[in-house]
Structure formats: structure tokens, C-alpha cells
């Protein structure tokens, strides 16, 4: 049986959103999550990759 191929990428898509979510990662929008590690942070890091060493930090998530 062959998937098509947007059936499959969605699929990795939605696979990838649920691992985010799963690790703390609140959705904004399509493609587009929020991590408030530090409630009171006054300052957002926006990145394109989630990194362990931003631990503990407010970041927004762009495109992963």
C-alpha cells in the first residue's frame, strides 16, 4: 500500500506537534508554540529548534 505523500507528511507533522505539547510546548498557531519555563521572564527567546539548554526560559517556537 503506498500513502501519499501530503497523508504522510501531515502525519509527521501532527507527530511532531504532539511531542511539543508533550514537552510543555502551549500551540499559538500553525507552527507557532510557546514555552513559559519562567512565568515572570521579561524577555522571549525565538527560536527555530527547541534546545535543552533554554531550560527554565520563556521561548517561542517558530516553524519546527
Known sequence: MTVQPD???DFWRELREIEAEAMGWQPLEAGAWLHAGDP????VTVVGQPDVALTGQAVLLLAY
Not at 515572570?40 to 524577555?43: D, E, K, L, R, V
Open 7 to 9: 497523508i504522510e507528511a
Open 40 to 43: 515572570n521572564a521579561t524577555t
